[in-house]
């Protein structure tokens, strides 16, 4: 089975510093994927990582720990325009069936 | 400009009434995929499609149909048999490679009332 939990929701300070968690218990697992989505629009793809360890990509990092079924997203800085969901997806073992999304967290960034 | 495109941004109907939801890549991509999207629900997968001519059922196919008789166009049909048919429909398409990255459409909004 597959079962990914991300918090629901989240606030956060612009400026400041954000961490989005996910926990995922999968049959396979062959990578994990996060994307941001404003409300309204398509999901934009924001990073992949398949080996354990931190990947970052100017404000946005994130992390993988795959012995423990965990990753999180980091966003530094915050601004106003950070404000959206972000989904948590992981890429299950066999071939190529579908990525298995989170719930997704919405996150808030007040000023 | 490659991309995907899905029409109209936003759907009525009255129920009863079956609607086909349009999706359309000029991507090269061969897999597409049908998602619908709930408040506080995520993305939830309806059908997917790996190759011209097949598609399997995803998690929610109940009340819905597709058809793949061309790479680049993946209709999805919400039928009356559909009970709660009001949301947001995503189309999503991906090469098969190595990279596994999903490319979304813009999505359809769809209200039945």
């Known amino acids: 089975g597959q079962n990914i939990d991300q918090p629901t929701e989240m606030t956060a300070t612009e400026g400041a510093i954000v961490q989005i968690n996910c926990t995922y218990q999968?049959?396979?697992?062959?990578?994990l994927f996060w994307y941001q989505q404003h409300a309204g629009e398509a999901p934009t793809f924001l990073s992949y990582?398949?080996?354990?360890g931190l990947e970052e990509k100017g404000r946005f990092s994130s992390f993988l720990s795959r012995s423990k079924g965990y990753s999180y997203l980091l966003l530094k800085e915050l601004q106003m325009k950070d404000s959206a969901s972000y989904l948590c997806a992981v890429r299950p073992l066999s071939g190529n069936t579908p990525l298995v999304f989170g719930k997704g967290t919405r996150l808030s960034v007040i000023a | 400009d490659g991309g995907i495109t899905q029409s109209p941004k936003y759907l009525f109907r009255k129920e009863g009434q079956n609607v086909t939801l349009s999706c359309e890549q000029n991507?090269?991509?061969?897999?597409m995929y049908w998602y619908r999207q709930d408040p506080g629900q995520g993305l939830r997968l309806i059908y997917y499609?790996?190759?011209?001519?097949?598609?399997q059922k995803g998690d929610i196919a109940e009340g819905y149909s597709v058809s793949r008789e061309k790479k680049e166009s993946f209709p999805l049909t919400v039928t009356s048999a559909q009970k709660n048919p009001t949301a947001f429909y995503l189309c999503?398409?991906?090469?098969?490679?190595?990279?596994?990255?999903?490319?979304f459409g813009p999505g359809t909004r769809l209200t039945v009332t």
């Open positions: 991507l090269n991509h061969d897999a």
């Open positions: 499609s790996q190759i011209v001519n097949d598609f």
């Open positions: 999968t049959s396979g697992f062959n990578g």
């Open positions: 990582n398949v080996l354990d």
């Open positions: 999503a398409s991906r090469i098969q490679d190595s990279s596994y990255e999903q490319y």
